[in-house]
């Protein structure tokens, strides 16, 4: 064979980092070491994975293609020195999830899988848009969404089914209205996740042309401070029957009965060039088990 498992190392490490001295930091290399490395691996082939930008490298077209195949083998590489060193059935499997399934739906998942599969896992929340280009830079190993991605490489699987509810505190004025109408939209204070998120993708494209014509007071990424902003009467918002379940049962708030169709799906999303390791279908299972216990 004519690469090590190294050389691909040292390149998946520059393809990420996007520059050698970090790369070789992060793989706790000397910086010669690394550019050598990577200087080997492309002599040995006769080819060029990057382009030289000024102290910067930037994947060039075969970087890129070739990108996903090897994260793909080191992968299977990590996963059988995990079996021969560790005796386990998979290493750290990395998740990240959207706002809502990250703060509501995964720390049950996450203990079941930690108990079943003898294994670690780590969360990362952020909103769609992150999750979407940390799967490309194969930085996590699944995404949990709200929203939905649209990119030839990440495979879209359909899981729970949910729907955004408008809501207010129980003295704001529309409380008492027993459905709301457009004028009731357009006059209201909004309060809404930041643009980016599932939650703001769904809400704008149910909303329609009446979404310009809002006034949206603020935009805040996280839930609690949505809900800590509209018990304060600051305006009235829209979110996840999730993230809102408790709160409702304790009155404190008000679900406010709209004309727009806020259903939506919730999505796993895995790269289509992912490895998909015993940890990888264990976390996958789990979840399309539980969509069919919620049916």
Sequence with gaps: MK???RQLEVFLAIAHHQNVSRAAQALSMSQSACS???????SQFDIQLFDRVGKRL???EMGRRLWPLAESLMQRARELETEFTEHQHGGLLKIGATLTIGNYLCVGLLQRYMQ?????AKLEVANTRVISQKLLNFDIDIGMI???INHP???MLPWLNDELLCFCSPQHPLARKRQLEEQDLTDASWILRESGSGTRQIFERSMGERYPRLNVLLELEHTEAIKRAVEAQMGISCLSKI???DALKRKRFVALDTPLNFQRKLYLVIHKAKYRSAGIQHWLDMCLAMNKQNR
């Design 58 to 60: 930037q994947t060039n």
């Design 3 to 5: 690469y090590s498992l």
């Design 116 to 120: 079943q599969e003898k294994a670690q």
């Design 153 to 155: 490489d990440l495979e």
């Design 146 to 148: 709200e929203g939905e």
């Design 243 to 245: 993230a809102l379940e």
């Design 36 to 42: 050598g490395a990577l200087k080997e691996l492309e």
